[in-house]
């Protein structure tokens, strides 16, 4: 498979990283939110940095973008030239799009499932998600919770059901995502998230579908004053490390990097579980009106988000995400 990824560094540059001892190599991390205790990314990031510093490897975590936005990581990771990154999921997603189902609406009943089909149950989808990534120099470490499950922050009225939904505008992350709005009776409008405030202050849209921690995050919450509770997904990042990186390292390196990975797994689905529980709290302490729908109500958003799940996913994929969570629900 041809590599996607930019190729933007100089090959005397990648021969000069690829050269140095492993455990001379500091461990940079990369993530784009702010050092905030909200930020799954972060908290993930650290520790993760702090397992490799107890088996004595450097590790440095470097916030707010300052190594490069999502794309600069992983051609960085894809050339050996960065070790480790918390990105979006959309960059799985370049390469292996079979990765949206895992954050189609209603695909797993809580974040409970989501993580046992994540983390502990046999998948031959993810198992080949994680093959194609690596073809392009990346390895798949994880997939960090964000928090809270998805709901529908707006602007201007309570939301309880889909009738309510009729007449807002919601910004999309991509015409796919128009698609599941224009499900629910809503009307879709593809705006990118830095320039999200100054859309609703134009009164382009009204809203967006989001987990809580991100107006919490961002400080949406000063004019995002509805928050409609569908528990609709959970939302992920994406732990990616550089394959080169890991590959030359020796074995005991190997084992460190391995365990830290795994304790850092670990750590965010306990963070996770955490946050779902207080986020909603916060965000009724911010100011913003918490709506959650009857079972009745819930039960028409997820049939009318099952009824578009086939362009949500690329084509032939829905048969194997219900058969990953079905494997994965108690």
Known sequence: MKNIFRKTFSGLA???????PALAQEVRIAVQCPAVP????????????????????EATVFVGA????????????????????????????????RILGFLAPYVFDDSAQFFRATQ???????????????????MIAGLPGLGGQMGLFNTKKDVASVADVEGLRLRAIDATQVKLF????????????????????????DGYFNPPAVPLIFKHTEFLTHFTNLKAGTPFRAALMSADWYEGLDEASKATVDAAVE???????????????????????????????SDEALEEFKN???AVWDELMPEGSVAEMQTLADASRE
């Open 304 to 306: 009318r988000s099952q």
């Open 38 to 57: 909200a930020c799954s990314d972060w908290v993930y990031a650290e520790d993760f940095a702090a397992s490799l510093r107890e088996g004595g490897m």
């Open 182 to 205: 224009e499900a629910w009776g809503a009307q879709g409008v593809v705006v990118d998230m830095p320039e999200f405030a100054g859309a609703v202050q134009q009164g382009i849209v």
């Open 14 to 20: 990648l021969g000069a990283v690829l050269t140095l």
């Open 120 to 138: 502990d149950t046999d998948s031959p989808l993810l198992d080949g998600i994680r093959e194609n990534m690596k073809g392009q120099g990346v």
């Open 263 to 293: 304790k850092a797994n670990a750590n965010n689905k306990e963070w996770t579980f955490a946050a779902e529980k207080k986020e909603i709290e916060m965000l009724e302490a911010a100011g913003v009106t918490v709506t959650t729908p």
């Open 66 to 97: 300052s190594l490069g936005k999502d794309p600069e990581i992983v051609d960085q990771l894809s050339q050996g030239l960065l070790q480790f990154g918390v990105t979006n999921f959309v960059m799985i997603a370049q390469v292996d799009p």
